[in-house]
């Protein structure tokens, strides 16, 4: 069994800046990646990664602003958002899986584990 607990949301202006942490316990998973959900709207992927390679993947909206790391010892994938826009509000999730379907890192289908999800809200 694998648990996520996301932390890091928050209000800010648009312009800022914001750093979500999601520390996992369990076993490793072949991706993890943060996923948010807009009022009124499906969920989407904002990044994911493959965790033995590598190879991260980011939604075009958010390419150039958020980045991913990962810091192995503390089990804890980071995603670093600059820029923020009122566009990128919304609950971020932070997702883990096998992927045994091989879907995109943006698809929720990649996904079995789900952290409980953090509140970003940006305003302009």
């Known amino acids: 069994q694998v648990q996520l607990v996301e932390s890091g949301g928050g209000s800010v202006q648009a312009g800022e800046s914001l750093r979500l942490a999601c520390v996992a316990s369990g076993s490793t998973q072949r991706v993890m990646g943060w996923l948010r959900q807009a009022p009124g709207q499906d969920r989407e992927g904002v990044a994911g990664?493959?965790?033995?390679?590598?190879?991260?993947y980011y939604h075009p909206s958010v390419k150039g602003r958020f980045t991913l790391s990962r810091d192995t010892a503390k089990n804890t994938l980071y995603l670093q958002m600059n820029s923020l826009k009122p566009e990128d509000t919304g609950i971020y999730y932070c997702a883990a899986g096998d992927n045994a379907g091989t879907w995109s890192v943006l698809s929720e289908r990649a996904y079995t584990y789900w952290g409980q999800g953090t509140q970003v809200t940006v305003s302009s």
């Open positions: 990664i493959y965790t033995s390679r590598g190879d991260e």
